[in-house]
């Protein structure tokens, strides 16, 4: 069982920036490929980012690259979200999620993976 806990969310100003943090046990870290998920109130969750088990690959929702960054410390069995610019219309709940596998057909989808946290609000002011 891999347990997955979230930090760093918190009140924000439009333009500022954000980390978020997301500390993972219970698995041998670099085996899991590892995302990131945001939710609207009322919405699905919302794909933002993944990584593979070595930080080798990532990949990113269309609308959101070049303002969030994903990133692992493997040592630290830690996965990071930076997140720049951010905008009002960016709170939301985010959310990390842990896979077995990287790069499948729902990797992009909230069923593609197993494992998740319990989430940390992000509420952007204008």
């Known amino acids: 069982q891999v347990q997955l806990v979230e930090s760093g969310g918190g009140l924000v100003q439009a333009g500022g920036s954000l980390r978020l943090s997301c500390a993972a046990s219970g698995r041998t870290f670099s085996t899991l490929a590892m995302a990131w998920f945001r939710q609207f109130p009322g919405k699905e969750r919302e794909f933002v980012a993944t990584?593979?088990?070595?930080?080798?690959?990532?990949r990113y929702a269309d609308s959101l690259k070049g303002r969030f960054t994903i990133s692992r410390d493997n040592a630290q069995n830690t996965v990071y979200l930076r997140m720049n610019s951010l905008r009002p219309e960016d709170t939301a709940v985010y959310s990390c999620?842990?896979?077995?596998?990287?790069?499948?057909?729902?990797?992009?989808?909230?069923?593609?993976?197993?494992?998740w946290g319990q989430g940390t609000q992000v509420t952007v002011s204008s």
């Open positions: 999620a842990a896979s077995n596998y990287f790069g499948t057909k729902t990797a992009a989808t909230a069923v593609g993976y197993s494992y």
């Open positions: 990584i593979s088990g070595s930080g080798v690959l990532t």
